[in-house]
C-alpha cells in the first residue's frame, strides 16, 4: 500500500512559477514509476508528466520544455517544478504510483492516487 499526499499548490500570476511536492508513505517507493495529471474545470484528467524509477522523464506536449518532474528515492518524495505557467495550466494536480518500472500515459494504469492540490494561474 501506498498514501500519497501532495502539497506546494497555490495562486500565482502568468509567467510565474511553482513547485508541486508529493510524499509518498511505504518503503518500496523507489520501485515506482511516478506520474503528475491535472484536471481542469470541466474537463478530463489528462497527462503531464512521469519519471520512472531511475530518473527517466516523459512530459505532456503541452508543458514540455517549461515543467520538470523529478524524484529523490531519499525521502520518497517526486517533484514537478513548473516554470513559464499560463492560465491554461489552471487546474487540480494529482500525484499518481504506478507498480513498474514504466510509467504510463494512462491513468487507469496507476495503481495509487494523492488527493491532489489546486493550481490556480491568473492573467
Known sequence: QVQLVESGGGLVQAGGSLRLSCAASGRTFSNYAMGWFRQAPGKER?????ITWTGDSTYADSVKGRFTISRDN???TVYLQMNSLKPEDTAVYY?????????????????????????????
Do not use: H, I, M
Not at 504506478?98 to 500515459?105: E, F, G, K, N, V
Open 95 to 123: 500525484c499518481a504510483a504506478r507498480r513498474a518500472y514504466l510509467p504510463d500515459y494512462d491513468q487507469a494504469r496507476y495503481d495509487y492516487w494523492g488527493q491532489g492540490t489546486q493550481v490556480t494561474v491568473s492573467s
Open 74 to 76: 531519499a525521502k520518497n
Open 46 to 50: 489528462e497527462f503531464v508528466a512521469a
